[in-house]
Structure formats: C-alpha cells, structure tokens
C-alpha cells in the first residue's frame, strides 16, 4: 500500500499564490506519474497537472502559465505551485500516484486539500 500526504491549501486572495505538496510513502516500487487534480462543487473531477518520473510535464490549458508541477524523486513528493491563482480555481485538490509493482499498476489518491481563492 502507498499512502499519500497532502498539505498546503488553504484561502488566498485573487492573484495571491500558494503552494500544494504530496508525500508518498509505504510500500513503493515504482512510482510511474505523479499529478494533481481538482473538483469543484458540482463539477467532475478534472487534470490540473501530471509529471512522469523523466520529468515531462503535462496541464490543463486553464493553468498553463500560472500552475507548475515538480517533483522530488528522493522524498517521493511532488509540489504545485499555483501563481495567479482566479477564483474558478476554487476546487478540493487531490494528488494521485501511477505506481507499479512487478505487472500491477495501481493508481493512489490523497484525501485531497481545500483551496479557496476569494477576496
């Protein structure tokens, strides 16, 4: 089992920043992809942002410019610092692993995190 940790939401105002981080841990073999997404109130669940362990990155067209994934390999965490940040960026923020061991991949979801952007 993989366990991830996520921390960093919270309100910001329009324009304001913040900075979302997921720690994986237990049982880890091969960690494929790590990214991020979002759901906001009555809406499905969407990709914010992915980084696969080469290091390629992948968004969503509405954050391009303004969100970047990294990840550190070492600690198994990957980050999303979010810049201008608008307020339809209101969502709960989930992390989510692709990890494999042997034939079976598997993907791991964090409990995900509140990110509130109003003034």
């Known amino acids: 089992q993989v366990q991830l940790v996520e921390s960093g939401g919270g309100l910001v105002q329009p324009g304001g920043s913040l900075r979302l981080s997921c720690a994986a841990s237990g049982s880890i073999f091969r960690i494929n992809a790590m990214g991020w997404y979002r759901q906001a109130p009555g809406k499905q669940r969407e990709l914010v942002a992915t980084?696969?362990?080469?290091?390629?990155?992948n968004y969503a067209d509405s954050v391009k410019g303004r969100f970047t994934i990294s990840r550190d390999n070492a600690k198994n965490t990957v980050y999303l610092q979010m810049n201008s940040l608008k307020p339809e960026d209101t969502a709960v923020y989930y992390c989510n692993v692709d990890h494999s061991r042997g034939l079976r991949r598997v993907d791991y979801w964090g409990q995900g995190t509140q990110v509130t952007v109003s003034s």
């Open positions: 980084i696969i362990s080469g290091g390629s990155t």
